[in-house]
């Protein structure tokens, strides 16, 4: 990374610790996602039971409810074909059917696609050193000096170029800051997990091509799977993002898992090159085991399988393929872990590794189907929003009290009210969603609630927006944001309660349905004031887990200096108090701030 770079970095670090995320980003914004998922086509895949296809449903029905109850695994979808045939769908309430979903870096094994298409058309070579692609863009010391990285050490995360995420944030040339960045060892001997080779190979299309990916994979891939629903955010230059920012629905995802499954060809015409699929899930580099234990070949981890291989995005996004069972199996989830070393694999891997033996097929057994599609539709219908609010001396409000517990009460407690924030560095979005997008809050400057035909409401204002979230009461109820100009589907739920002082609380889970990422806050009513404690998942310690592991040396040197001198206790609170912050409000207006905000 570049000193200008890294000096940038020092200043974000130093703005998150401070509470002013609303001026992090260092990159040009303009609106991208302006629409929410479209509506679903008819699905491809012809549905079967699981008996048909040699798979118990019993045995499926064990994997949901183990999936469902662990505490590191929230799980939101799951999709599981067998000899192409879809045998399980399930999806994890408040989280639907029909929506895409962000990958994040489970779209790196598409940008491999696109390398072994471009390949394929003599456009590049996977030997070419990367420095000759972009030749136009170099200084002449850099053409002495620079060492040899080729296209290779990209797809393997083998570059050790020292330009990482951050990147993404601290400057709007990300090509220019690869090319000028300090290289660690000898490219194509050390792996180092990296998103910007990822995004370098995105750009090496473009440069080759003068197409953004996302269009020159249109007619090689999106119109041949019948891939409609689709959005691919870019940087500031119009490069697709390569290693993240892909929204993909989990049947179109399950469409490139059953293409690599059938080595490249669908419907009987080859899509991608001959030999792709074999290349690429080759072991062509080690990863540390923290990260994965199986190796890695061109943007895709090998598994625990023999043989099997999976696409894989933070959080729990995965096309696991399992080539001699012929399954593929499709996970969208927001769990609290970030690589393939995690619980939604394992439980996966305990169901489906290297000793699960699978029959042709089974004897259908009514009851035992039954029993997988109740589940299912439980777990469609749950209050999945972990909103444990009953434990550790909360309690429900019984009717009838004066506090503002009974419907009556609680109306008269918030409805029509509006607090204007004391402190205004808490945005909407959880920090590690403005950060993916370069979506940077103002901050939330009027918080208020509306009770409307028996349904409650809580009103926002952040910078120019008005955000009006319904909270549901059993299930989440679904609304639509809008973020400074992008749209994004919110489930939410409210539920009354009090501590054990006896002040009323409102606590508010929100669901990103179409991210990984939520939202909880705790309401505290305070006579004339709110104090409003917010969380986000995944949580603190993952979110600084991910801070560290892209940190650059000088960046690394600054945190060092301050801990040295006593402050490391003062950068983990203030760090947390930007993560996990609680914030006051006065109350401004009465019943009718609604009507007047809009009149502003």
């Not at 008819?42 to 040699?54: I, L, N, R, V, Y």
């Not at 599981?80 to 408040?94: A, D, M, T, V, Y």
Request: glycine content about 10%.
């Amino acid at each position: 990374m570049s000193a200008r770079e890294q000096l940038n970095t020092i200043e974000i670090v130093w703005e998150l610790i401070n509470g002013t995320t609303g001026h992090l980003g260092r990159t040009d914004f303009t609106p991208q996602k302006t629409e929410i998922s479209p509506a679903p086509d008819p699905s491809c895949f012809e549905a079967a039971t699981p008996e048909s296809q040699g798979i118990s449903s019993e045995y499926l029905a064990a994997m949901l409810r183990e999936l469902a109850d662990s505490i590191q695994t929230d799980m939101h979808h799951l999709m599981i074909l067998r000899h192409g045939k879809k045998i399980c769908e399930c999806n994890f309430s408040p989280y639907r059917s029909g929506i895409w979903h962000a990958t994040y870096s489970l779209c790196k094994s598409i940008t491999g696609m696109a390398i072994g298409f471009l390949e394929a058309e003599g456009k590049v070579s996977l030997d070419e050193d990367i420095h000759s692609i972009f030749d136009g863009r170099m200084k002449l010391l850099q053409k002495i000096f620079r060492p040899t990285i080729t296209v290779e050490d990209l797809l393997t995360m083998q570059s050790g170029v020292d330009f990482n995420e951050m990147g993404a944030v601290s400057g709007n040339d990300w090509v220019g800051g690869f090319l000028e960045a300090p290289v660690r060892g000898t490219p194509g001997t050390e792996f180092e997990y990296n998103s910007m080779n990822s995004y370098m190979l995105s750009a090496i299309v473009t440069e080759r091509t003068g197409m953004s990916m996302m269009e020159y994979l249109k007619s090689r891939l999106w119109e041949p799977l019948n891939i409609r629903r689709i959005f691919w955010e870019t940087c500031p230059a119009g490069i697709t993002k390569g290693g993240w920012g892909l929204f993909l629905c989990p049947e179109d995802a399950a469409k490139l898992g059953q293409l690599y499954l059938q080595d490249g060809i669908w419907q009987g015409q080859r899509i991608l090159p001959e030999g792709w699929v074999e290349r690429s899930t080759t072991v062509h580099s080690n990863p540390q085991e923290r990260m994965g234990r199986y190796g890695y070949g061109y943007q895709i981890w090998m598994d625990e399988r023999p043989g099997s291989y999976a696409f894989n995005g933070m959080l729990g996004q995965n096309v696991l393929v399992l080539p001699d069972l012929e399954m593929v199996l499709v996970t969208n989830a927001g769990s609290n872990e970030l690589f393939v070393n995690c619980e939604l694999l394992r439980i996966l891997r305990k169901y489906f590794g290297k000793e699960f033996q699978a029959a042709d097929s089974l004897p259908e057994i009514p009851e035992k189907r039954r029993k997988l599609e109740v589940l299912e539709r439980q777990l469609e219908g749950i209050r999945h929003d972990r909103l444990p609010i009953r434990r550790g001396g909360w309690k429900n409000h019984s009717p009838g009290r004066r506090n503002g517990t009974s419907e009556a009460g609680r109306q008269e407690l918030i409805s029509g009210r509006m607090y204007r924030m004391e402190d205004r560095h808490v945005g909407l979005f959880p920090l590690a969603m403005q950060v993916f997008h370069n979506n940077f809050s103002n901050g939330i400057e009027k918080m208020g609630f509306q009770w409307e035909n028996g349904k409650l409401f809580l009103l926002l204002k952040e910078g120019e927006d008005r955000h009006k979230i319904e909270l549901g009461k059993d299930r989440a109820a679904v609304s639509v944001v809008e973020v400074n100009g992008e749209k994004y589907l919110v489930g939410a739920v409210g539920e009354f309660a009090s501590n054990e002082d006896g002040v009323c609380v409102l606590k508010i889970g929100i669901a990103f349905l179409e991210e990984a990422m939520r939202r909880t806050l705790r309401i505290y009513f305070h006579r004339d004031r709110i104090e409003v404690r917010w969380k986000e998942s995944p949580g603190r310690a993952l979110i600084i887990e991910g801070l560290e592991s892209i940190m650059s040396e000088m960046a690394g040197k600054f945190l060092n200096l301050l801990k040295e001198n006593g402050g490391e206790d003062m950068i983990r609170i203030l760090i947390e108090r930007t993560i996990e912050p609680t914030v006051y409000g006065v109350l401004e207006e009465s019943e009718e701030t609604e009507t007047e905000e809009k009149e502003e």
